[in-house]
């Protein structure tokens, strides 16, 4: 069973810091990984899309890395602000199985002025 | 372009009682699912299907039925709510395994 951990659960900095969220997963038989942003209340927004053939990608200040053969994946924020705070969640879609997605617990992030 | 729709966005059931959660989407997605989203848990796929008349289980299908009779839409039936289903409910939608899109959720209670 494909597990998927998040660290840190929670992450509280001040304005302008550069952070690395971290994602681990067990099986490396991905097909994708997923970073999605969730505001208290409301729905997941998929930030990054990262193919398992690909090692990165990037989002204006955002970017996404993939190791699939060490199972780890971390989303870097640059110059974090405070609309950046919500909670941040991976997702890894494995191929045996497309369409089903298998999330992270979340990082909880806020950023104060 | 509305993406995914979920409705109610908030329910309040008995005990027993039976309720279906509608989820819909207009961007002509194949793939469609359900999960529940519970403090400390993380979400957690229900069901999902990959098109119209294909459905299968997820990780915690018990005490829900789903049906897939057209590619737009994916309701959610609960049989006999019980206190441990109150939770979020969430629909998610794509192509493929591509980006995934959720609705707003519905946020559901269960007495």
Redesign the interface.
């Known amino acids: 069973k494909q597990e998927?951990t998040q660290i840190p659960a929670a992450l509280s900095v001040p304005e302008g810091e550069n952070l690395v969220l971290n994602c681990s997963f067990t099986d490396s038989a991905i097909?994708?990984l997923?970073w999605?942003r969730q505001d208290p209340?409301?729905?997941?927004?998929?930030l990054l899309?990262i193919q398992s053939s690909q090692r990165e990608q990037t989002s204006g200040r955002l970017n996404a890395s993939l190791d699939k053969s060490s199972g780890r994946s971390t989303l870097y924020i640059a110059a974090s602000q405070p609309g950046d705070s919500a909670t941040y969640?991976c997702?890894v879609?494995r191929g045996s199985t497309?369409?089903?997605?298998?999330?992270?617990?979340?990082t909880q992030l806020t950023v104060w002025p | 372009n509305a993406g995914v729709t979920q409705t109610p966005k908030f329910q309040v059931l008995k005990t027993g009682q039976s309720m279906t959660l509608q989820c819909a989407q207009d961007m002509n997605h194949e793939y469609m699912s359900w999960y529940r989203q519970d403090p400390g848990m993380g979400l957690r796929l229900i069901h999902y299907s990959v098109g119209a008349g294909i459905t299968d289980q997820g990780e915690v299908p018990n005490g829900y039925n789903v049906s897939r009779s057209t590619t737009e839409d994916f309701p959610l039936r609960l049989l006999s709510a019980a206190p441990s289903q109150t939770s979020v409910y969430f629909c998610a939608s794509s192509y493929s395994a591509g980006v995934a899109f959720f609705g707003q959720g519905t946020r559901l209670t269960v007495v």
């Open positions: 998927v097909y994708n997923q999605f209340g409301k729905g997941l927004t998929s899309l969640l997702a879609d497309l369409g089903r997605l298998y999330f992270g617990r979340g």
